[in-house]
C-alpha cells in the first residue's frame, strides 16, 4: 500500500486546527487528571493497531513567556530510567513547524511528564541529520504515519531528543 502523495485536504483548515488545539487540551487535562493512566497511549492513525507511548512536554512561550503543555508521541532511547526521549516535530505534515519546537529551540531546558512519574527535567537538543538518520527508522517503526507526514510536506521534519538533566 503506497503513501498518499499530498497531503489530505482540509488537514490545514482552521476548523481543523481548531478541533484538534481543543483534543490537546482535553488529552492534557485527561492524563493529568489520571497522572497518566488515561491518555498515555496514541491510538489514533498508525496508533490504532499498534498504540504509541505519549509524554506531556512543559515549555514556555519565546514571545509570550505563557507556559505551555503539549502532549506528544515519544520514543525512548536507550536503557533505564535516564533514557533519551526522542519526539518528533512532524504536525501531521503541514508546511510550518510547531511552536513547541521554536520554542525549545529558544529554551531547550524543560520538563516533561510521563505516566506515573512526576516531571522530569530535559534538555532539548535538535538531531543532526546524522543522528536523525539513526532515529528516524525506530520513529517510523514507532508510528507508521510519521512516513506519511514526510511525504506530505517540503520542510524537513525536525527530531528532537530531551535528554535527563
Known sequence: MGLPEERPPGLDNPRTVTAIKWM?????AVFKATN?????????GA????????????????????AFTTPLLYLPYGDGPDADLVI???????????????????????EVSLPGRRRVPVHAHRADSAEKERLWPLL????????KYAVWTDRDIPVVVLSPR
Open 36 to 44: 497518566g493512566r488515561v491518555g498515555r497511549y496514541w491510538r489514533i
Open 24 to 28: 490537546a487540551k482535553i488529552q492534557v
Open 88 to 110: 518528533v516535530a512532524s504536525q501531521g505534515g503541514l508546511p510550518k513547524n510547531p511552536q513547541w519546537f521554536h520554542n525549545l529551540m529558544a529554551a531547550p531546558d524543560c
Open 47 to 66: 496508533g490504532w493497531r499498534k498504540p504509541v507511548p505519549t509524554l506531556l512536554l512543559h515549555h514556555v512561550g519565546r514571545k509570550s513567556g505563557t
Open 140 to 147: 517510523v517503526d514507532l508510528y507508521a504515519d510519521f512516513a
